[in-house]
């Protein structure tokens, strides 16, 4: 399936350190997102990187996407303890672009 | 502002039993409406979508099923539920490929 994965699955590190995780997908894609699950809550969308984009930025987030290695990274700079949750890509496909499929994310636990 | 309400937050059903979730949205029109179940600790499972009033896609076979009677109402059904049917259900829009979903706060489904 066009699922992405995220590596690794659990990550822990001290407040102030940075936090990077990634995803690797199967198949040629329109878009990727990233986002972010607080415990039992709804997900909330951070960063959406189109094909033909390399590198974007949100504030301390930093999304980067290698089509050619079908892979993509989010880096959480400066981690605070409020960013501890779990982190999800998402990826769509170019033979139906209207869904995206989520990977199973990498909880991230900032300790303060 | 665009606002998504799902629920209820929590349930609680007896297998055999039907189940109707619902989910609303405000603010926008012809959004593309999604429902995702989420297994404890893992990823999303996309279980249906819709691009339209009446127009539903099935992503995998199981013993639920959706509606879409009116352009910002989705619901989510089964007959006779399943042990397997918990789970973490969330509802989300979208306007299109190129943006980003907005996801409900989710209902935690409980087969007894």
């Known amino acids: 399936s066009q699922q992405g994965e995220e590596d690794p699955q659990a990550l822990s590190i001290q407040e102030g350190e940075n936090a990077t995780m990634n995803c690797s997908y199967k198949?040629?894609?329109?878009?990727l997102q990233w986002y972010r699950q607080n415990s039992g809550r709804g997900l909330v969308h951070l960063i959406l990187i189109r094909s033909n984009e390399r590198e974007k930025h949100s504030g301390r987030l930093r999304v980067t996407l290698d089509t050619s290695k079908k892979s993509s990274s989010l880096l959480i700079t400066a981690s605070r303890a409020a960013d501890t949750a779990s982190y999800f890509c998402?990826?769509?496909?170019?033979?139906?672009?209207?869904?995206?499929?989520f990977g199973s994310g990498t909880k991230l636990n900032v300790k303060p | 502002s665009q606002t998504i309400h799902q629920w209820p937050a929590t349930l609680v059903q007896p297998v055999g039993s039907p189940l109707s979730l619902e989910c609303t949205v405000e603010g926008t029109s012809n959004p593309n409406l999604y429902w995702y179940r989420q297994a404890a600790g893992r990823g999303l499972q996309l279980l249906f979508y819709s691009v339209g009033i009446g127009q539903i896609s099935s992503e995998v076979p199981q013993n639920l099923s959706a509606s879409r009677p009116q352009d910002r109402q989705f619901i989510l059904s089964s007959k006779k539920l399943l042990l397997s049917d918990s789970g973490f259900y969330l509802c989300a829009w979208s306007l299109g490929d190129n943006y980003g979903y907005t996801f409900g706060s989710g209902t935690r489904l409980t087969v007894v």
């Open positions: 998402a990826t769509d496909a170019l033979s139906n672009f209207n869904k995206f499929y």
């Open positions: 198949t040629s894609i329109n878009n």
